[in-house]
């Protein structure tokens, strides 16, 4: 299992047991930037998944990318501390 699917399974796993996140998220294509914010996962497919945040009131989603996990741009702190 290569790491990208092995991030794809650890995300899958979390919207099904508890989508409620907390993620870092440095993205510059769309401009994105969220530092611990509460988040909840709302889809997961083949190549992205889905979040749902509240920082400026209201609900926005957000279309996300597994590569971007796999290098970092997007922290999901839950998956960092079941590395410890």
Known sequence: ???LE????QI???YKI???IHL???LKNPRITL???NAKITGVYPHIFQVEEY???KPKQ???QYTDVLIKNIVILELEKGKE
């Open 6 to 9: 092995l991030i794809r399974e």
């Open 18 to 20: 508890n989508p409620n």
């Open 24 to 26: 870092n998220v440095f």
């Open 1 to 3: 299992m290569t790491q």
């Open 55 to 57: 920082t400026s009131g």
């Open 35 to 37: 530092e611990n914010t």
């Open 62 to 64: 957000h279309t996300l």
């Open 12 to 14: 899958k796993q979390l």
